[in-house]
């Protein structure tokens, strides 16, 4: 079982990496396509920062919290129940998202965000953010699921 949470984190990597090698050889800086009208589009950016560019520049910081979150989340997941498969789950969804932008800010000095939301004013994200999105989801899922058996246990 161990070699799933393996292969899903290598392949959201790769999946990551493909795609923002995609956007960057096929389209242009700045450049909107419609991807689903009035839903989504795709507009190449790039970001120095986090979210809506916060503090952008400080690749130092960058570097030094990115480092930091890796060890973190492969301890927790060294250390983890091996039953636990949905946290198990949502620390290799945080990973994965976590690397998949290490990989642009430590080559490339910025990331590379290209999803853009055209019925909110949102921030311009990747595919990374979103795996982290969704292990932040999972994660808060399986905190529930955990407090529950705990209050059926009582």
């Known amino acids: 079982m161990q070699l799933v949470y393996w292969l899903l984190f290598g392949v959201l990597v790769v999946g990551d990496q493909a795609l923002k090698s995609y956007v960057t050889t096929n389209i242009a800086p700045m450049s909107v396509h419609d991807f689903i009208p009035g839903l989504l589009s795709i507009t190449h950016i790039t970001n120095t920062g986090a979210a809506w560019s916060m503090l952008e520049g ?19 997941f060294v250390k983890a ?45 990747n595919l990374a953010d979103t795996y982290i999105t969704i292990g932040v989801i999972l994660i808060i899922g399986s905190l529930i699921i955990q407090l529950a058996g705990e209050k059926n246990n009582k």
Do not use: C, E, Q, W
Request: net charge positive.
């Open 58 to 76: 400080k690749m130092m910081f960058f570097y030094l919290v990115t480092i930091v979150a890796v060890v973190v989340l492969i301890y927790l």
């Open 81 to 125: 129940d091996k039953k636990d498969y949905l946290y198990r789950f949502s620390l290799i969804f945080l990973l994965a998202g976590t690397v998949g932008n290490a990989i642009d800010r430590f080559t490339r000095h910025f990331v590379v965000d290209m999803f853009n939301l055209d019925f909110i004013n949102f921030p311009i994200f």
